[in-house]
């Protein structure tokens, strides 16, 4: 008659078999991106609407007080006609600045020209920089071109252009960002971070914080990882740990070791934002960085198993199998509660076997290996 230490043995043995071919999406590489934290999904910028639509005009207000094209920026040889009325704030904004107009774009999810942006000299300019680059920029997807385009365009005093900076920005690999040669002030920062302009933007301007390494920086964060503890939920906690870390080194991964990882009151979904701060950070930290953030979780996964899955796909996730030692012993003493907390798992330390970060059946040691 089979024991139940017996069936558990066998179980882990078949899960291990079976992570290599079950849920493939835990080994997609998953790049640090800054906008990881967004507790919505973010809207195509501007510079994604004029880079996807084959016909981008400016318009202004005709005589007749309806749009009318001023100028086609990117011809894509269609007739337009612009339906949409010119509203009360958007003409008294053009009657004030004749040299502003508004920015259309075909859509062909519409079938139809839409609104994009208000622009003013610099958003036109600055869209038209857009049309005449993004062909350098290539087709892969948002690549370091791009981000130096926009990483040298942070200072403008436009808001309208500082917004769609920061939303481009938004989404660089989060090595990108730690390069950026910040130049924004920390002041404005700190002044737009629960302003209605710019709370949409507040987890990128908390990386931003924590990139600067500057003192005022270090208060606000510190103050907003330590009123996420009492929260049920707090938004933007992602960002704000990774700039902790960026900013404090260890002594950041401590604090989010205490307050939260060894917090038995926190949140699985709290703890899992940890989770992918830190390992955001163990792909571009120090080595002293790295090792404490291997203890620290080490130990959260000893005292809360709970949190190994949650360690598996963060790291599997990005490809980092640094953490397959203590998840390999969680694993082998059985304390995790069911098939679906013990697969991301055993499917983490398989893949790292076969990459060489623990020893192989036979107890040689690949190289490379811890």
């Not at 024991?3 to 835990?26: D, E, G, N, Y």
């Not at 259309?104 to 857009?130: C, H, P, T, W």
């Not at 499917?347 to 192989?360: C, E, H, I, T």
Request: overall charge negative.
């Amino acid at each position: 008659m089979p024991t139940a230490q017996s069936f558990l043995r066998t179980f882990v043995r078949c899960a291990a078999a079976v992570a290599l071919v079950v849920s493939p999406a835990l080994l997609t590489p998953r790049p640090a991106d800054a906008c990881a934290f967004h507790f919505y999904a973010p809207e195509p910028t501007v510079v994604d609407r004029l880079i996807e639509s084959d016909h981008v005009v400016l318009a202004r207000q005709g005589e007749d007080g309806r749009y009318e094209v001023a100028a086609t920026l990117k011809d894509g040889g269609r007739t337009v006609r612009i339906t949409e009325p010119v509203d009360a704030a958007t003409e008294a904004q053009l009657a004030a600045n004749p040299g502003d107009g508004v920015l259309f774009a075909f859509d062909a999810a519409s079938d139809g020209i839409k609104r994009i942006a208000y622009a003013s000299a610099e958003m036109q300019q600055l869209a038209n920089d857009v049309l005449a680059s993004m062909d350098d920029w290539g087709s892969a997807g948002y690549d370091d071109r791009r981000f130096a385009f926009f990483a040298a365009r942070q200072s403008s005093t436009d808001p309208e252009v500082r917004n769609l900076v920061l939303r481009e920005i938004d989404q660089a690999t989060y090595p990108m960002l730690r390069s950026i040669g910040l130049t924004i002030p920390v002041e404005d920062l700190i002044a737009d971070l629960w302003t209605l302009e710019g709370y949409t933007n507040q987890p990128i301007r908390l990386l931003l914080l924590g990139v600067s390494h500057d003192a005022r920086a270090r208060t606000v964060i510190r103050q907003q990882v330590d009123r996420a503890v009492e929260r049920q939920w707090a938004s933007n906690l992602g960002a704000a740990a990774t700039a902790l870390v960026e900013l404090d080194d260890e002594a950041g991964v401590a604090h989010l070791r205490d307050l939260f990882l060894f917090d038995p009151a926190q949140s699985v979904q709290k703890l899992e934002i940890i989770v992918e701060a830190l390992a955001i950070h163990n792909g571009v930290g120090t080595p002293g960085v790295r090792e404490a953030i291997f203890e620290a979780l080490q130990e959260a996964v000893d005292g809360r198993p709970e949190i190994a899955p949650l360690v598996a796909r963060q790291f599997g996730g990005r490809q980092d199998w640094t953490q397959a030692a203590y998840l390999q012993s969680a694993m082998k003493r059985h304390r995790l509660a069911s098939a679906s907390a013990m697969l991301p798992i055993a499917q983490y330390v398989a893949y790292a076997k076969m990459s060489g970060q623990l020893p192989r059946v036979d107890g040689s040691a690949a190289a490379g290996a811890l």
